[in-house]
């Protein structure tokens, strides 16, 4: 079973790209999880932190984005059937709709397992600077199938929502990074998601923020699994932490926080060299493990959730960066190959760092 997670708030600037980047080292490297990262922000911070600047650039090059993926799904039938794409199979594919395999990037990141210095199971498909200009498009070119603005709205969520679904079972985790604002995009993911992650910085708007977007998710589905997640949190602040305590008061939270630290900020720099957990994040992959933990106990927690019977396993030497006795667990994903431009370029990198150094 594949487990479908929103990262999302309706406010920008609140870690969104910093808890996304965590989860996904945290749950591939340390957690032995094939974890795909879908970028849904226009601004394209993730895939740019997962990826580096020439892959990403690449990806758009090649029209191999969330937007481009938008695109190919117009030719679908509302149900599904024949359209752009249909009569191929690929990854998260069950018959029908388009193949998005061409659209995924594969062993992305700069942080590898060791011992032995393997890629993680880490995959990505990115997003685009003109995603919000082709969501406008699907809007535009479905609104022939659509009565009312409301409807053509809950036509691209839903539809969106089953693209994001048809990757079930290609995956043990699908992380869905959403934009502030909530486009229609975002709530086809939020609609999609098993769970949903509310990162929020402490300060004086944050309740008011949290609280109606919660109120909106759980207008969608009541049983919808939610934890918030304070960010860039200095503990010895009395204030941050009396609105940390206000908020998860009110809405359950993971049992964490995340603090204000240079080493996490410094991690989304992408470096072409892969390193170790430990030589990424620094003092900052013990928050790395914490939040992993933290997830498992939350999937244990949640309705019809299996056991994480490796929970205690996990980080049991963070600086190790995946040595946890569950190596049995990685394998790697069959996955389309990456283009031959793309290796290329990615072994071109390496050579000039090498030189550089």
Avoid at 14 to 32: E, I, N
Wanted: with cysteine; aromatic share 6%.
């Amino acid at each position: 079973m594949t487990r479908f997670i929103a990262i999302s708030n309706r406010r920008g600037g609140v870690g969104k790209t910093t808890t996304t980047m965590m989860l996904a080292y945290g749950l591939s490297v340390l957690g032995f999880q094939r974890t795909l990262v879908i970028d849904l922000d226009a601004q394209s911070s993730t895939s740019i932190t997962m990826m580096g600047h020439e892959r990403w650039r690449l990806a758009r090059r090649h029209a191999r984005t969330v937007g481009d993926l938008l695109v190919e799904i117009h030719g679908e039938s509302e149900e599904g059937g024949r359209g752009a794409g249909a009569g191929r199979t690929g990854a998260g594919r069950q018959g029908t709709g388009p193949d998005i395999s061409p659209y995924i990037a594969n062993h992305v990141g700069d942080v590898h397992i060791t011992p032995g210095n393997r890629r993680p199971d880490l995959h990505a498909i990115p997003s685009s600077f003109d995603l919000d200009a082709r969501e406008r498009e699907m809007l535009i070119l479905g609104a022939h199938a659509a009565p009312t603005i409301d409807g053509a709205f809950a036509r691209l969520q839903e539809r969106v929502a089953r693209l994001l679904r048809s990757l079930d079972g290609a995956f043990d985790i699908v992380l869905m990074d959403c934009p502030p604002g909530l486009s229609n995009v975002a709530w086809g993911a939020l609609r999609a998601a098993d769970h949903v992650l509310v990162p929020y910085i402490p300060d004086p708007t944050a309740e008011d923020n949290v609280g109606w977007f919660i109120e909106q998710l759980r207008a969608i589905d009541p049983a919808k699994s939610v934890r918030v997640l304070a960010n860039r949190v200095r503990s010895n602040n009395s204030f941050q932490m009396g609105i940390k305590g206000a908020i998860e008061d009110l809405y359950p939270g993971l049992g964490m926080h995340l603090p204000m630290r240079a080493a996490i900020a410094g991690a989304l720099d992408f470096r072409t060299n892969t390193q170790s957990l430990r030589g990424k994040f620094g003092d900052g992959a013990e928050e790395v493990d914490n939040l992993l933990r933290a997830m498992l106990r939350w999937f244990e927690s949640a309705r019809d959730a299996p056991e994480p019977a490796y929970l205690d396993e996990v980080g049991a030497d963070v600086s190790d960066a995946g040595a946890c006795g569950r190596e049995e667990a990685w394998e790697e994903v069959s996955l389309a190959e990456l283009a031959a431009e793309e290796e290329a370029l990615d072994a071109s990198g390496r050579a000039a760092l090498r030189e550089e150094d």
